[in-house]
Nanobody, 117 residues
């Protein structure tokens, strides 16, 4: 049974930091591309960052480059999103996704991140 469990969300002031975690189980973690997406109220879900767990190649949305860092610990089957210099516009539900082309996609339940003073 595939499970992706996100944690680490919360309320933070502008300029602050949070680290999200996504613990995976039920599939061979290193064969999957892991991603973080986010969805703000009234907006479509958007890709934030991606990592190919086998080789560690990362990609980021322009809006988070230089502020967010995605990483993975293959021994723990966990992917992280370190978020620094947070802005109010980063407020969203953050989702973890595991994908293996062409058809396998799994989603976590999401964790709320709110950036507000």
């Amino acid at each position: 049974q595939v499970q992706l469990v996100e944690s680490g969300g919360g309320l933070v002031q502008p300029g602050g930091s949070l680290r999200l975690s996504c613990a995976a189980s039920g599939f061979t973690f290193r064969w999957y591309t892991m991603s973080w997406y986010r969805q703000a109220p009234g907006k479509e879900r958007e890709l934030v960052a991606t990592i190919t767990t086998l080789v560690g190649i990362t990609n980021y949305a322009e809006s988070v480059k230089g502020r967010f860092t995605i990483s993975s610990d293959n021994a723990k089957n966990t992917v992280y999103l370190q978020m620094n210099s947070l802005k109010p516009e980063d407020t969203a539900v953050y989702y973890c996704k595991a994908s293996k082309p062409p058809t396998l996609n799994y989603w976590g339940q999401g964790t709320q991140v709110t950036v507000s003073s």
